[in-house]
């Protein structure tokens, strides 16, 4: 059985950082490309970071170049999103996907909420 679970959201001042983490479990995750995306209210979901495979080929959305960073670990079946500097549009549900040519398999989502 697949899992794939996100964490480390929460509330944070505009300005603040936060480190997500998904964890992914029924997968062979290093052949596997991440990615992170965002929901917010009344918005559509988009990508925010991927990182494929190879851990060379990455792509960062021009919104949040510069201050987000995309990495994996593949001993620990991991990958981790560090937002720094993070605006008040940041705010969204942040969600882990793991994909494998026509697989994908999603996580439940992270509430991140920056406010102050």
């Known amino acids: 059985q697949v899992e794939i679970v996100e964490s480390g959201g929460g509330l944070v001042q505009p300005g603040g950082s936060l480190n997500l983490s998904c964890t992914c479990a029924?997968?062979?995750?290093?052949?596997?490309?991440m990615g992170w995306y965002r929901q917010a209210p009344g918005k559509e979901r988009e990508v925010v970071a991927t990182l494929a495979a190879d851990k060379r080929t990455k792509y960062i959305d021009a919104s949040v170049a510069g201050r987000f960073t995309i990495s994996r670990d593949n001993a620990k079946s991991t990958a981790y999103l560090q937002m720094n500097s993070l605006r008040a549009d940041d705010t969204a549900v942040y969600f882990c996907?793991?994909?494998?040519?026509?697989?994908?398999?999603w996580g439940r989502g992270t509430q991140v909420t920056v406010s102050p």
């Open positions: 996907r793991a994909a494998l040519q026509s697989r994908a398999h």
């Open positions: 029924g997968i062979l995750f290093p052949v596997y490309d």
